[in-house]
């Protein structure tokens, strides 16, 4: 095993990652590492923008109010404050440091409109480029200041008596190496690729949320997962995913026989909640209707999506008929790594920023255009409590890894995991079938409690990763006998207050419970 050392270890590339390298690359030995490229990101593919009050006409307390009603009444109060309130001040530093969003003609930011907002507050860069514009802006300024490890995969952490003094990781090469650190950042992102339908980068397989759940950190409201409700399908395969802002800008979803898909079903009808939306596509599809979302009347389509525009291209028929073909597909995780309202995880010197990290700022249902802003203002909060934190002495004994071949390791594929995710603990939800992918999970669990998984190849660790993020959904699903927001259970429709409101599932230390978080009165802005 090799050693490499670091003040400052960041495990993923996403813009979290990034804007907290920004943040502490002048006063620290910040090293990054990224199991693929350093551009591979869910980040990078963020189409719609950064929402933000930042205009004389809106207030944070509007963002906010706007917030927590996506959210299903489920966030936690303090850090969706925090999230709202800082966002015009950050909005002006990432203009500063050269950020180019969009302006319009009278030279003033252009403010789109999306799902649940009740004003136009969504800022957006290179038409509906906004997380590469960003996430290129802040790699200009961080490469030359750390150091970059590119296809080097993290595996497991080190922890001692609580405290986590580094990370695990395995090169391309296979050789293994050993992080050590005063300070370990995880910035993963997502889960998206449980699902066979996904916006989500290929890398988006929970692996941080994984290894913090190994290491024995709190995980938290792993039952809420948003569906987007446009992915562009050709057939049967998504081709990406269709912004909320094109039916900001007048698109609207229709059946295959005209009607408008969303009328009378919510008082914003097309630009609902992305559950609401979500669900009623899907329930269309389960009927054998098709969804299409017309762009007839959006204006300049070319030149306001040209990304969205440049996918349509490929299937030239569809994008004549002004009529584009869709489908709901996984796009966010509301859960994951518990921490404070610093990024601090349960256990010390151990942090987690960006969508693998539960700050509780987006509930049971992520208001549109809010994970990039999360991203920004937790980056810098994260950053913030690490310069002023005491360093933790470094062990000087290392614990010799002992590699336990397996000789007949039989694991599924991805597809298979796929299957059981699409099949039972998707976008609608029942106790049967919970409980069938419980039992589908559980038949891996020697290999997925295994303490060491560096004898695994970087695939297998992938696989065994989904198998683990697969189980804790399901037995959070089956838990939670309600429905919010991203969480749809069909044999308990509706809302229950009275038993889950104020309530988060939590695994600690391997064993789920259920923990109150806040009184209802403490929502009231």
Not at 224 to 237: R, V
Request: glycine letters at 8%; hydrophobic letters at 40%; charged letters at 25%.
């Amino acid at each position: 095993m090799k050693i490499k050392k670091a003040e400052v270890v960041i495990i993923g590339s996403g813009l979290a990652g990034l804007m907290t390298a920004d943040y502490l690359c002048d006063d620290k030995d910040v090293m990054l590492i990224t199991k693929s490229q350093l551009n591979h990101s869910n980040s990078w593919l963020a189409q719609g923008g950064i929402a933000a009050a930042v205009t004389k006409e809106d207030h944070w307390h509007d963002h906010y109010n706007d917030t927590i009603v996506a959210g299903g009444f489920h966030n936690r109060k303090e850090t969706t404050e925090l999230l709202v309130k800082h966002g015009t001040r950050l909005i002006k530093r990432l203009i500063d440091i050269g950020v180019s969003f969009d302006k319009d003609e009278n030279n003033e930011l252009a403010l789109g409109m999306e799902g649940a907002h009740g004003k136009r507050r969504i800022l957006h860069a290179g038409g509906d480029a906004t997380g590469r514009v960003i996430v290129e802006a802040i790699m200009a300024r961080v490469i030359p200041k750390i150091t970059i490890f590119e296809k080097e995969m993290a595996y497991d952490l080190l922890i001692e008596n609580g405290v986590c003094r580094g990370v695990y990781t395995k090169d391309e090469d296979g050789n293994i190496w050993l992080i050590e650190a005063d300070h370990v950042i995880i910035a993963t992102g997502g889960i998206g690729q449980l699902y066979s339908a996904t916006s989500n980068c290929h890398e988006a397989t929970g692996d941080g949320i994984v290894m913090a759940y190994r290491a024995g950190a709190a995980i938290v409201d792993m039952e809420f997962i948003q569906f987007h409700p446009t992915l562009l399908m050709n057939g049967d395969s998504s081709c990406g995913l269709i912004s909320e802002a094109v039916r900001g800008e007048g698109g609207r979803l229709v059946t295959e026989d005209g009607q408008f898909l969303m009328e009378g079903k919510h008082p914003m009808e097309d630009l609902a909640p992305r559950d609401i939306v979500a669900r009623e596509i899907f329930n269309a599809k389960l009927k054998n209707k098709k969804v299409f979302l017309n762009i007839k009347d959006v204006d300049h389509f070319p030149s306001r999506f040209p990304s969205i525009y440049e996918m349509c291209l490929r299937n030239p028929e569809v994008l004549e008929s002004g009529m584009l073909p869709v489908e709901p597909g996984a796009h966010f995780i509301m859960g994951g790594i518990k921490v404070d309202d610093s990024g601090r995880t349960t256990l010390r010197n151990l942090y987690a920023v960006g969508e693998c990290a539960y700050t509780g700022v987006h509930g049971a249902n992520r208001l549109a255009s809010n994970s990039l802003l999360e991203a920004v203002v937790f980056a810098e909060r994260l950053s913030n409590s690490i310069s002023s934190a005491e360093a933790v002495k470094q062990s000087n004994e290392q614990s010799p890894i002992v590699l336990k071949p397996y000789n007949k390791l039989s694991l599924p594929t991805k597809q298979e995991i796929q299957a059981v995710m699409d099949r039972y603990v998707g976008i609608i939800r029942t106790k049967e079938g919970l409980q069938k992918a419980v039992s589908w999970f559980e038949q891996f669990l020697t290999i997925i409690n295994e303490q060491n998984h560096l004898q695994l190849s970087a695939q297998e660790k992938i696989i065994c990763n989904m198998l683990t993020i697969g189980l804790l959904v399901a037995k959070s699903s089956l838990m939670r006998r309600e429905s919010r927001g991203g969480h749809y259970r069909s044999d308990y429709p509706s809302t229950n207050d009275a038993m889950w409101h104020g309530y988060r599932n939590v695994f600690f230390r391997g064993e789920l419970v259920q923990e109150r978080f806040f009184e209802l009165s403490e929502m009231i802005c």
